[in-house]
């Protein structure tokens, strides 16, 4: 059983930066896709970011391109979202998933490509 425990949301000024962190139980780290997405109140949870299992390759919607970067330490089991320049736009609960689709060279954009999910973690963004 894969479980997934994200951390590190809180509450911040427009400008400021956050690192999220997402720790993964069940082995190997390195064969899961790692994905984050976002839900704000009143809307679908849309993708944010993925990286593939060696971390060779990773993505980002537009709207955060440039200033979120995800990237994973498979020694440790994690993965992370950094996210600078942070805008009210940008407020939402993130979650972090794993898919084992495309062993360690693919990522993927959507929602339903990812089998185990972590409970999430609130980022708020005053202006």
């Known amino acids: 059983q894969v479980q997934l425990v994200e951390s590190g949301g809180g509450l911040v000024q427009a400008g400021d930066s956050l690192r999220l962190s997402c720790a993964v139980s069940?082995?190997?780290?390195?064969?899961?896709?790692m994905g984050w997405f976002r839900q704000a109140p009143g809307k679908e949870r849309e993708f944010v970011a993925a990286?593939?299992?060696?971390?060779?390759?990773?993505t980002s919607v537009d709207s955060v391109k440039g200033r979120f970067t995800i990237s994973r330490d498979n020694a440790k089991n994690t993965v992370y979202l950094e996210m600078n320049s942070l805008k009210a736009e940008d407020a939402a609960v993130y979650y972090c998933?794993?898919?084992?689709?495309?062993?360690?060279?693919?990522?993927?954009?959507?929602?339903?490509?990812?089998?185990?999910w972590g409970q999430g973690t609130q980022v708020t963004v005053s202006s």
């Open positions: 069940g082995r190997p780290f390195s064969r899961y896709g």
């Open positions: 998933a794993a898919t084992s689709l495309g062993g360690d060279s693919a990522y993927f954009t959507t929602v339903s490509a990812y089998t185990y």
């Open positions: 990286i593939s299992g060696s971390g060779y390759r990773s």
